[in-house]
């Protein structure tokens, strides 16, 4: 019989409708709680972690469960694991936990875009269909995925695409890496390479902006003079910036202060291509850190953690680049 950890954290998937009113908001107990599974070959052990709304996640709480699930590995010897989360912040959850989770057995975060009392409910079956993927034998050695709408994504990859259709989560440029159907899970690509890191602690504030046509330094300027241990810009196109925000990225890199680039857009990668006044050429001169087609949100946990590993800033480079 496998044995099956199951964290609840909140969101969505634990929520219900106020029939009155239509407004959604959390419940006294977790509707998932009374879930058996339709299997006597599976046990689950089941966590009712948080009871949190998904904006009130925090890579404090990310680093809860990724020590209860080390815990359990040690204590329980179980066989994969089950996070249900709410879908805001569910992207970046999964990929603290594929950058920080040292173990081969099968880790799936699932949740649902409609609470458990709305018309065409999608977390029960989004729930099951992760059970099913943390019990396959086909699912280890393949870091966190996400699993939902009978679609499975591995977490470096996917994000959310929607504000409330149910096929929200996607993998823009390389789609899922496989599906659940009635029958079982099947997998259709390949994971070729996974990363790991020791990470006992989250404590580094580490800042996000969005750049823009005629930015500016002041809010670069206005970060110079805050506690800040890093900085990721989703960038212009390949990663170029407006030349008036130079200025200042090129004194808090001369602080110390790892800056990470990434694109805006959704597809394609940051590249040092464009040899202009802030353009990505100059950019990476300065010292600015060039992403492998991470998102923003997963690049500033990427930085967190890669803060907690090393201030060594050619180290946190070569991390970047895998």
């Given at each position: 019989m496998?044995?099956?950890l199951?964290?609840h954290?909140g969101?969505t998937i634990?929520?219900?409708?106020d029939?009155?009113?239509?407004f959604?908001?959390?419940?006294?107990?977790?509707?998932?709680?009374?879930?058996?599974?339709?299997?006597?070959?599976?046990?689950?052990?089941?966590?009712?972690?948080?009871?949190l709304?998904?904006p009130?996640?925090t890579?404090k709480e990310?680093l809860?469960l990724?020590?209860?699930?080390?815990s359990?590995?040690?204590?329980?010897?179980?066989?994969?694991?089950?996070?249900?989360?709410?879908?805001?912040?569910?992207?970046?959850?999964a990929?603290?936990?594929d950058?920080?989770?040292?173990s081969?057995?099968?880790?799936?975060?699932?949740?649902a875009?409609?609470?458990?009392?709305?018309?065409?409910?999608?977390?029960?079956?989004?729930?099951?269909?992760?059970?099913?993927?943390?019990s396959?034998?086909?699912a280890?050695?393949k870091?966190?995925?996400?699993?939902?709408n009978?679609?499975?994504?591995?977490?470096?990859?996917?994000t959310?695409?929607?504000?409330?259709?149910?096929?929200?989560?996607?993998?823009?440029?390389?789609g899922?890496?496989?599906?659940?159907?009635?029958?079982g899970?099947?997998?259709?690509?390949?994971?070729?390479?996974?990363e790991?890191?020791?990470?006992?602690?989250?404590?580094?504030?580490?800042l996000?902006?969005?750049?823009?046509?005629g930015?500016?330094g002041?809010?670069l300027?206005?970060?110079?003079?805050?506690?800040v241990?890093?900085l990721?810009?989703e960038?212009?196109?390949?990663?170029?910036?407006?030349?008036?925000?130079?200025?200042?990225?090129?004194r808090l890199?001369?602080?110390?202060?790892?800056?990470?680039?990434?694109?805006r857009?959704?597809?394609?990668?940051?590249?040092?291509?464009y040899?202009?006044e802030?353009?990505?050429?100059?950019?990476?001169?300065?010292?600015?850190i060039?992403?492998?087609?991470?998102?923003?949100?997963?690049?500033?946990?990427?930085l967190?953690?890669?803060?907690?590993?090393?201030?060594?800033?050619?180290?946190?480079?070569?991390?970047f680049?895998?």
């Open positions: 496998k044995k099956i199951i964290l954290t969101g634990a929520m219900e409708e029939q009155d009113t239509g959604v908001k959390p419940q006294g107990n977790n509707p998932l709680l009374k879930f058996i599974p339709p299997s006597n070959e599976i046990d689950l052990l089941v966590e009712d972690v948080f009871h709304p998904s009130h996640m890579p990310m809860v990724q020590q209860l699930i080390h359990k590995i040690q204590q329980d010897n179980i066989d994969g694991v089950v996070i249900t989360h709410g879908t805001d912040t569910l992207e970046e959850t990929y603290f936990l950058l920080t989770v040292r081969n057995i099968p880790v799936v975060v699932t949740g875009m409609r609470s458990s009392n709305e018309l065409g409910s999608d977390g029960l079956y989004n729930f099951l269909s992760a059970v099913k993927v943390a396959s034998a086909e280890k050695g870091g966190v995925l996400v699993v939902l009978d679609e499975i994504h591995c977490a470096t990859n996917v959310k695409t929607h504000t409330s259709n149910v096929a929200t989560f996607q993998s823009p440029q390389y899922p890496i496989g599906l659940v159907t009635k029958r899970v099947v997998f259709h690509q390949a994971i070729l390479h996974r790991s890191y020791r990470v006992e602690n989250v404590t580094k504030n580490v996000l902006l969005k750049a823009y046509a930015m500016d002041t809010l300027t206005a970060i110079e003079a805050l506690p241990d890093g990721v810009i960038a212009l196109g390949q990663g170029n910036l407006p030349p008036k925000t130079v200025p200042a990225i090129q890199i001369g602080k110390g202060v790892p800056v990470v680039l990434v694109s857009c959704f597809n394609g990668i940051v590249q040092d291509v040899s202009y802030g353009g990505g050429k100059q950019l990476k001169e300065m010292g600015a060039f992403t492998n087609g991470l998102s923003g949100q997963k690049a500033r946990i990427k967190l953690v890669a803060l907690e590993v090393s201030q060594n800033t050619n180290h946190i480079q070569n991390m680049q895998n």
